[in-house]
């Protein structure tokens, strides 16, 4: 499955407060950013709200992430939660274009068709924002070495590389240098 469409023409033609629940298992999304290990799965509940439908997640996938340390490949689970309002763009009924009251609705929160709505891409962002911004492999990475690149986690360097001072804190280092010198033994 390419894409996560839902239909809902039934549910657009019911009163508000009804709803549908759809049980997702095995949506590997293909978009180039994301790089699933195992598939999207969770539950996606839709409940008819005023001239809309409400679309309330609770999703989970498998993602392979690149560890900001070490720059190893590693599995990370990410679980998200999100409501959203989606608006149909035509009228059930002749097909004709609905007039909508809010002109601050973004394009993917419209449903594009008469009786299907695509939530890909409402997902792809979510996925896309709860990701870490600085993944590691594990807290305790201790990444590559500055000198020889190699992997600090599998192997020990002879490296005698010592990391430099940022000279902006050349000042609280000498200042530390001071304190330590002038304390008695």
């Known amino acids: 499955m390419e ?29 180039e950013d994301v790089t699933p290990v195992a598939p999207l799965a969770g539950v996606i509940e839709l409940v008819r709200a005023g001239k809309g439908i409400v679309v309330r997640s609770d999703l989970s996938i498998t993602l392979e992430l690149s560890c900001c340390r070490c720059l190893g490949a590693y599995d990370h689970n990410l679980h998200m939660r999100f409501d959203e309002m989606f608006f149909p763009r035509f009228d059930l009924a002749t097909g004709s274009p609905l007039r909508l009251e809010y002109d601050d609705i973004d ?34 990475c201790r990444g590559l070495c500055p000198g020889c690149g190699v992997d600090r986690n599998t192997s020990v360097c002879d490296c005698a590389v010592e990391e430099a001072v940022d000279p902006r804190f050349a000042p609280i280092q000498e200042m530390l240098e001071r304190v330590r010198h002038d304390r008695p033994a």
């Not at 894409?3 to 293909?30: C, H, K, M, W």
């Not at 993917?108 to 492999?137: G, H």
């Open 3 to 31: 894409r996560l469409t839902i239909n809902v023409a039934g549910l657009l033609q019911e009163a508000t407060g009804s709803s549908r629940r759809v049980v997702v298992d095995g949506f590997y999304p293909g978009w």
């Open 107 to 140: 394009e993917e929160y419209l449903i594009e068709n008469v009786d299907r709505f695509d939530l890909s891409e409402a997902v792809r962002q979510y996925i896309e924002v709860n990701q870490p911004l600085m993944p590691r492999c594990r807290r305790e």
